[in-house]
């Protein structure tokens, strides 16, 4: 098979100015939340460690410096009821009515704690049960589970805790309501200061070596949007973070639904526009609410419902996702947690074999990849980069503001890397449909000049040229990370060089500036060489 590439069609500019808007997110940057019935899956146990999932959370380690942190959470965690005589990590049953891709009624034994001891260096936040489930051994649970958890995460092992997901959700729930419909922000403070009075409790009694300023904390309220039925503001002001023990302000996020109508991959996903609309709710909201410590997202991915076939797979998803994250890093959101599950169609990887799904790199993780890469070990800044001029063939203005995207980091106060995006949807497939038939369209490609200020120092500079690679927005397989692949076929996800993909690729500064030639569909790092993240890890 042969791609027809199209000659250039177009020319933007971009000015990178000082750092003086960057902003630096906090380390883990991308880091993961993993469905909790899920969790046995991805982690494995003492005698049977699933060690493509850790082959993959080292790669993302060997970039950032330090392996993401992993959220052990969602629906499930407010349907998992524990029992002591369980002999296997969980029971789960299924109501297809309820949900057909996890489990809606949950049993955890002994041998679930095993899975947290499995990756090393990594640091977990276990999810409590606080929706209860309408099962009334859940308080029992909770004490008993606090126990078991704090004394398999010890100081080490312990990023902070988590009670209850999404309880703006509780009383409208699509899975089935467990609050009733007049549930407000005082009703969910209370039973959350008692729970984790609680769980307080618990740990002075089993692990008082958890109970330091460095130690003792939570994400929360870990509400699933910024327009539910309960409000972070109210939440706030009715006195969530009475003890000052809320270390991170989490919220979720999602671009929209797997069955939402009009979904489409450039309208939805590959589309800068709509992405900045859906993060700038939550800077707001944060703005409004200024609890003094950092803003997360401890859920988020592209599409609720775990994901659209043909979408949330796909390369474009990849995109997607490098956008995202690059974005969110950009206006303050300090880290940010992808969501994914066993069989769910956005998942970064799928970790074990299963009727519906083969253990799997997917598209998605190689979006996280690149943007590890852009941020690098060396603790960098990040802006988003204006895109200020730019001429087309026909003289017509070129830059499309949803699909011309850059960000520029900086170290030291100098740009150090850029990320260019060009998230125009070229499909590979004849119409998209993943068949045979291949596109005979040629893909453009479009030139992306950057004036770089203070970069007259680096004149006649080489720049190291990184690409994310793949044949379209459609594509669902060959992918590539600056020729590195770590599908799981190959190495068990461990990175193993291409020989069919060009790497080495360089540039030159002139005049201050540098140029790159983008096709559509594809993303770009280019490594200025000034800080000691260059992006490479291997």
């Given at each position: 098979?042969?791609?027809?590439?199209?000659?250039?069609?177009?020319?933007?500019?971009?000015?990178?100015?000082?750092?003086?808007?960057?902003?630096?997110?906090?380390?883990?940057?991308?880091?993961?939340?993993?469905?909790?019935?899920?969790?046995?899956?991805?982690?494995?146990?003492?005698?049977?460690p699933?060690?493509?999932?850790?082959?993959?959370?080292?790669?993302?380690?060997?970039?950032?410096?330090?392996?993401?942190?992993?959220?052990?959470?969602?629906?499930?965690?407010?349907?998992?009821?524990?029992?002591?005589?369980?002999?296997?990590?969980?029971?789960g049953t299924?109501?297809?009515?309820?949900?057909?891709?996890?489990?809606?009624?949950?049993?955890?034994?002994?041998?679930?704690?095993?899975s947290?001891?499995?990756?090393?260096?990594?640091?977990?936040?276990?999810?409590?049960?606080?929706?209860?489930?309408?099962?009334?051994?859940?308080?029992?649970?909770l004490?008993?589970?606090?126990?078991?958890?704090c004394?398999?995460?010890?100081?080490?092992?312990?990023?902070?805790?988590?009670?209850?997901?999404?309880?703006?959700?509780?009383?409208?729930?699509?899975?089935g309501?467990?609050?009733?419909?007049?549930?407000?922000?005082?009703?969910?403070?209370?039973?959350?200061?008692?729970?984790?009075?609680?769980?307080?409790?618990?740990?002075e009694?089993?692990?008082?070596?958890?109970?330091?300023?460095?130690t003792?904390?939570?994400?929360?309220?870990?509400?699933?949007g910024?327009?539910?039925?309960?409000?972070?503001?109210?939440?706030?002001?009715?006195g969530?973070?009475?003890?000052?023990?809320?270390?991170?302000?989490?919220?979720?996020?999602?671009?929209?639904?797997?069955?939402?109508?009009?979904?489409?991959l450039?309208?939805t996903?590959?589309?800068?526009?709509?992405?900045?609309l859906?993060?700038?709710?939550?800077?707001?909201?944060?703005?409004?609410?200024?609890?003094?410590?950092?803003?997360?997202?401890?859920?988020?991915?592209?599409?609720?419902?775990?994901?659209?076939?043909?979408?949330?797979?796909?390369?474009?998803?990849?995109?997607?996702?490098?956008?995202?994250?690059?974005?969110?890093?950009?206006?303050?959101?300090?880290?940010?947690?992808?969501?994914?599950?066993?069989d769910?169609?956005?998942?970064?990887?799928?970790?074990v074999?299963?009727?519906?799904?083969?253990?799997?790199?997917?598209?998605?993780y190689?979006?996280?990849?690149?943007?590890?890469?852009?941020?690098?070990?060396?603790?960098?800044?990040?802006?988003?980069?204006?895109?200020?001029?730019?001429?087309?063939?026909?003289?017509?203005?070129?830059?499309?503001?949803?699909?011309?995207?850059?960000y520029?980091?900086?170290?030291?106060?100098?740009?150090a890397?850029?990320?260019?995006?060009?998230?125009?949807?070229?499909?590979?497939?004849?119409?998209?449909?993943?068949?045979?038939?291949f596109n005979?369209?040629?893909?453009?490609?479009?030139?992306?000049?950057?004036?770089?200020?203070?970069?007259g120092g680096?004149?006649g500079?080489l720049?190291?040229?990184?690409?994310?690679?793949?044949?379209?927005?459609?594509?669902?397989t060959?992918?590539?990370?600056?020729?590195?692949?770590?599908n799981?076929?190959?190495?068990?996800?461990r990175?193993v060089?291409?020989?069919?993909?060009?790497?080495?690729?360089t540039?030159r500064?002139?005049g201050?500036?540098?140029?790159?030639?983008?096709?559509?569909?594809?993303?770009?790092?280019?490594?200025?060489?000034?800080?000691?993240?260059?992006?490479t890890?291997?």
């Open positions: 098979m042969s791609i027809v590439i199209a000659e250039p069609t177009n020319y933007a500019v971009g000015s990178v100015a000082s750092a003086v808007n960057a902003i630096q997110p906090l380390d883990g940057f991308i880091s993961y939340s993993i469905e909790f019935s899920s969790f046995p899956d991805f982690a494995g146990n003492i005698s049977n699933n060690e493509f999932s850790d082959n993959l959370l080292e790669n993302l380690g060997a970039l950032a410096g330090i392996k993401p942190y992993i959220r052990v959470g969602g629906n499930t965690q407010d349907y998992a009821i524990y029992n002591s005589e369980l002999a296997i990590a969980i029971n299924y109501n297809n009515s309820r949900s057909p891709d996890y489990p809606t009624t949950i049993e955890i034994g002994p041998a679930y704690f095993e947290y001891s499995t990756w090393p260096n990594v640091k977990f936040a276990h999810g409590f049960n606080l929706g209860g489930n309408h099962d009334d051994r859940q308080w029992e649970t004490l008993v589970t606090a126990a078991l958890a004394k398999a995460l010890g100081k080490d092992k312990l990023y902070w805790w988590e009670y209850g997901n999404e309880p703006d959700l509780f009383a409208t729930s699509s899975q309501p467990v609050r009733p419909s007049n549930y407000n922000e005082s009703d969910y403070v209370a039973e959350w200061l008692n729970g984790t009075r609680a769980i307080k409790s618990v740990l009694a089993n692990c008082p070596d958890l109970l330091g300023n460095d003792y904390g939570y994400l929360a309220p870990s509400f699933g910024t327009g539910n039925h309960l409000k972070a503001p109210l939440t706030w002001a009715d969530l973070d009475e003890d000052k023990d809320i270390k991170l302000f989490s919220s979720h996020n999602y671009i929209s639904g797997a069955q939402s109508l009009g979904v489409t450039q309208g996903l590959m589309n800068h526009t709509r992405t900045a859906s993060i700038g709710a939550h800077v707001a909201e944060n703005a409004t609410i200024r609890p003094g410590i950092p803003y997360i997202l401890g859920e988020t991915n592209s599409l609720y419902n775990q994901g659209r076939p043909g979408l949330s797979d796909s390369f474009g998803a990849a995109l997607w996702a490098i956008d995202f994250a690059a974005y969110c890093a950009a206006a303050g959101v300090a880290r940010v947690h992808f969501h994914m599950g066993t769910y169609r956005y998942a970064a990887w799928q970790p074999d299963t009727p519906k799904t083969p253990r799997a790199t997917k598209p998605p190689y979006g996280n990849v690149a943007v590890a890469a852009f941020l690098g070990h060396d603790g960098a800044s990040v802006a988003q980069v204006e895109f200020t001029g730019a001429s087309s063939n026909n003289g017509s203005s070129a830059v499309d503001k949803e699909t011309d995207v850059a520029a980091a900086y170290v030291g106060g100098a740009v890397r850029i990320l260019v995006l060009n998230l125009r949807a070229y499909n590979y497939t004849l119409n998209g449909t993943g068949g045979a038939d005979p369209e040629p893909r453009p490609v479009r030139t992306y000049g950057f004036e770089v200020e203070g970069a680096l004149e500079a720049v190291t040229v990184r690409r994310l690679y793949a044949n379209g927005s459609d594509a669902v060959g992918i590539a990370w600056d020729g590195w692949s770590y799981y076929e190959l190495d068990g996800g990175p060089r291409l020989g069919n993909v060009t790497t080495g690729e540039l500064v002139v201050g500036g540098v140029e790159v030639r983008v096709p559509d569909s594809q993303a770009v790092v280019l490594d200025f060489g000034t800080g000691t993240g260059t992006g890890g291997y």
